[in-house]
C-alpha cells in the first residue's frame, strides 16, 4: 500500500494558487523528491501532507489515514523537519534530542540505534547549544530529532538549503542509509543536483507537478542534443547566443551556457559567429542533460529561452 | 503526563538561560515595590519653605519655629525683599513662602486679627493643597495656645478626626494592593502569551503540532513555569510591604492566597488568549503592553479613584480584571475583613477566567491556518 497518497490537492491564498491538482502516490522504502525553485508551493505541500495545513480541494492520506479526519493518528507516525531550524536554540544538543523523544513518547534509549549514525558526528557537541552549531550540523539534529521516534514517512522540506556542499553529501548518504532500513522519504530541495540521488521526483512550478519520474526516465526523454558551451567572455555569452538564429535555448549554468538548436546538432558556424563578437578560449562539447535542463525545458515555453 | 513535565522542565531552562529576562522577572516587583514606596509617594516631606516676615516680631517668630520644628516643612530662607518671591520659585526649589503682614504681633493683639498669606507651588495640586493644610493646621494650633482663654470664641465646634484602618495615612497602604494586581498581570499574562508566540515564530510550534502532544499539553506546560514565578513574586511583595513599608495584612493570609490565585490563574488565561490571537512576540508586547497595562493603570484605582471617574470609565473599568482584584485585596489586606466581604470581587475574577479559558481553547489552532 501506498505509505503517501494525494489525489488533486489545490490550496489558495488568496488570489493566489499555491497549489494546483497535485496528484502522485509514493510507495513504501521510497525516497521521493519534489524538485523546484523557491515559492513553487513545496513547503504548503508538505504542511498539507503533515496534517498543518488543510487542503482547498482533493484528498490526501499518509500511511493510510486521512490527513483531515485522522491527522491525529498521523501526527504520532510521521516525522516532519521544516525548512526553517526549528529546534529550541538555547538548548543543548542532547537537551533537544531528549525532548523530542519525550514528546513522542519514547526515549533516546530506545531508539538510538536509528539515529547512532548521525548522532555519533553530534555527540562530541552534545553540551553545545543549538544555536551555536554550523549549519550542516543543526540540519543534522534536527534531522536526528525528526527521527528518534521511528517514524514511518519521514518529511524533510529542503533540509539541505544552506549547508555547506560537504554536510549536503553526507546528509544525502544518511537519506539512503535510512531507506535502506525501510523508511519512507519525501524530500524537497531546490537543487536540482539532488534530484538524481531521488527514486522518482516530481518537478514543481507554480503550484503544479510538470512531471513525476525516475530521474533516469526524465533525462533520458531530454529530446535534443546539448552543448555545454564556455568563452572568455561568460557574462556576454549568453546575450550573444540568444541572439544567434539557429540557437533552440540557452541558459546560463555558471561555468557554462547549456545550448540546444533549432536544428538539434551544433552547425559548424557558431565558433566563427563567436569569435566574430570577440569571445576567446571557446569551448563546446555535447553533454549528458541533467535534471536542471529538463526542468528548464518542461517550465517554459520554446521561446523562453531565447529571451534576453 | 511524562511529556507534561518534560515540557515544563524545558519551558524552566528557557527562563534560566535568559538571565536578563529572570532579572527583570523577579527585580520588577522589588524595583516597583520599593520606588512606590519610598520615592512616588503622596505623603509630605521635607518641604522647602521661605519665609517673608517684615515685622519681625515675638509672634512670627513664634510661628516660623514652630514650622521649622515640625518634621514636614524646612524653612531654607529668610527673605528680605518681597519682590523677591515670585523669582524664588522659577528656581523650583521652593514650594511654598509663607508671607507675614506688617507689625503683625500688634495687629494681633489690638484687633484679634492678623494678616499671613501663603503662596504654594500648585503645578503639583495635590501637593500643594496637603502643604497649605499642614501650615493652616499649625497656624490654627498656635492661635488656640496663644490666645488667652477670655479673648477665645465662646463655642467652638472641635472635630475629632479618626482614619480607620489606616491611622497614619501612609500611602503605601493605598497603593501595595495595587502593584500586587498590575505585576502579577505583567507576569502572568505578558510572558505567558510571549512564551507562546515565540515558540510559532521560532517555527518550533510547526514539529510540536506533528508530534502526539495534545494542544492543551503544550499550552498548559507553557504557563506553569510562571505561575511558579508569580508566586515567588507574590511572596517577595508580601514580604517586602510588611517588613519593609510596614503595610499589615490585617485580614487572613489564606484569603489573601486564594484571591491572589484566582487572579495569576486569570492573567494566565489572558496571556494564552493573547497568543492565539497575535503570530509575534512584538504584537504580544503590544497587545499586552497597551491592552493591558495601561487599562489596568488607570482603571484599576491603583492610581486614580474609580468612584470619582466619570460613570462611562466606571463600566469599562468593570471588565478590567485588576479593578476587582484590587478592590478586593484593599479589603483583605488594610480593612482586614473576612471572605464573606469579597465573594463578589471572587466570583467575578473566576467568571472572567473560566471564559477565557473557555475561549482560547476554542481558538487555539491545531494547525496553522
Redesign the interface.
Known sequence: MNRVSATGIGKSYGPVKALDDISFDVAPGEIFGIIGPDGAGKTTLFRILTTLLTADAGRASVCGLDVVKEYRAIRCRVGYMPGRFSLYRDLSVEENLRFFASVFNTTVEANYHLVADIYRQLAPFSTRKAAQLSGGMKQKLALCCALIHKPEVLFLDEPTTGVDPVSRKEFWEMLMRLRADGLTILVSTPYMDEASLCDRIALIQSGRFLKIETPRRIVAAYPRKIFAVSSSRMHDLLRDLRAYAPVGTAFSFGAACHVTFAADDCPAALEAYLTARGHSSLRVEEIEPTVEDCFMLLSKTPDDGKRA | M??FW??VV?EF??IV??RRTMLILLGIPVAQILLFGFAITSEVKDVQVAVYDPSRDAVTRQITEQIAASSYFDVVEMLDDASRINDIFKYGRINLVIVFGENFAENLQHTGEAAVQLIADGTEPNQASLIVNYIEGILASYARSAMPAATAPSFTIQPEVKMLYNPQLQSSYYFVPGIMGLILLQICAMMTSIAIVREKE???M????????KPIYIILSKSVPYLVLSMVNLATILLLSVFVLHVPVAGSLFTLLLLSLVYIFLSLSLGLFISTMVDTQMAAILVSGMGLMMPTMLLSGLIFPIESMPAVLQWVSAVVPARWYVEAMKKIMVQGVGIEYVLTELGILTGMATVLVVLSLKKFN????
Open positions: 511524562r511529556q518534560v515540557f524545558k531552562y528557557h538561560r535568559d521560532t517555527g518550533t510547526e514539529v510540536l503540532l506533528v508530534s502526539p502532544m491545531v494547525r496553522l491556518n
